[in-house]
């Protein structure tokens, strides 16, 4: 577990997929950040990324972020101190993870630690919880039933909790799926002030 401290300093530069792709590089460069979060995923943004991982099975993540990460390779070299953490994952962030690793190896950072959350797609499991569970529609009572065959993505927000994990042991880089979106700053402050959830 690394070293708790006192006081962390956490910003944001992305809200949406489509974001202002240089806003996290003027971000880090106008004042020292420890950790930097970039948020890029709605329900639409899921059923999007969804489709495009239908076509190409190594799609399916935010391409805005290998755009972002390009730009912050010199301020990550240069401020030792820096983590980012994003949902750029999508729907598959084990090969955006891929792409980062890549990118980040061509750039001279072999060493920098990446960090994967998994286990918000609920899509190879959704069978199996029809059959406990009809999922309802909120508003009108149906059963999700009929409408499974339409279904391109089904997906549960998950926590903090794996965040501060991948912080804990050390990653510089974490990339997660869907998450709820305090999560992306929860889970800094879990690793850094050692709080219990």
Known sequence: MPNLVNTIRVANAAGFLGDDVHAPLRTVQAAEVDYLTLEYLAELTMSILARLREKDPAAGYAN????VLKSLLPELKQQPQLKIVT??????PRACAAAAARLLCQSGLPDCQLGVVTGDDLMPLLDEILKVTPLNHFDTGEPLGPLRTQLVSANAYLGAEPIAQALQQSARLVITGRVADASLTLGPALASF???L
């Open 64 to 67: 805005d972020f290998l755009t």
């Open 194 to 196: 050692g709080w219990s």
């Open 87 to 92: 949902n750029a994952g999508g729907v598959n």
